[in-house]
């Protein structure tokens, strides 16, 4: 028995096909060498957008915190100077003009408040001034440098020709009575208290009789 074999061929495109179909052929091929490419650059581009996606959702944080970090440092300094400072004016009649060093006094002021030394003075030596010494206000700033132990005298210079005052001095320390000036040509002088109940060492005086009348007689 012959076995008969059946081969199939494709017979090989004519070489001499018209320059249309070989175009056609030629334009297929292009496309089909070129498809790898453009693939290639699809996925990369798909890429790249992915990591600029990616970037910028990460970096989203940090530009919203910004300018919470810039509001915070704009407030700092605001809460550091919440309380103003004060004028000078009001800052140079609160200077230490007046103190102690030991059992003695040491005053040094330049351009000073007349009434702020006054009163810094009397507070450093226990004197208690009776009366306003607001009428100081208007008088001329002061320059003193002075060391001593006794500053009565130094006060009196301080108050003369700017206000009426009388001073009594004892063992407990002092009192100074001050009245403003009621007219420029004629100055009262405030009265102190009867001198026998604030000098010092006065020895009492001898008993007064009582008044009559003041006992029922037996």
Not at 7 to 32: E, F, K, N, S, Y
Not at 142 to 169: K, N, T
Request: include cysteine; hydrophobic fraction near 40%; charge should be neutral.
């Amino acid at each position: 028995m012959e076995t008969t074999y059946v081969l199939a061929h494709q017979a090989a495109p004519a070489t001499d096909a018209p320059p249309g179909v070989r175009r056609a052929w030629m334009t297929r091929a292009q496309l089909i060498l070129a498809l790898p490419v453009v693939l290639a650059l699809l996925l990369a581009a798909s890429g790249v957008q992915a990591l600029v996606q990616t970037g910028s959702t990460a970096a989203s944080p940090a530009a919203h915190d910004a300018p919470v970090a810039s509001v915070v440092q704009a407030t700092r300094p605001t809460t550091k100077r919440g309380t103003p400072a004060p004028p000078p004016a009001e800052a140079a009649s609160q200077a230490p003009w007046v103190q102690r060093v030991g059992d003695a006094l040491h005053v040094d002021a330049q351009g000073a408040s007349r009434r702020a030394l006054v009163e810094q003075l009397a507070a450093a030596t226990g004197t208690q001034l009776i009366g306003s010494t607001s009428v100081l206000d208007d008088a001329p700033m002061v320059s003193r440098h002075w060391r001593g132990r006794d500053a009565m005298p130094l006060l009196a210079q301080l108050l003369d020709g700017h206000i009426d005052f009388a001073a009594l001095c004892n063992a407990q320390g002092c009192k100074v009575w001050l009245q403003a000036s009621s007219s420029p040509d004629k100055q009262a002088t405030p009265t102190p208290p009867p001198a026998n109940q604030y000098s010092q060492g006065s020895p009492p005086g001898p008993p007064q009789a009582d008044p009559p009348g003041l006992f029922p007689s037996e």
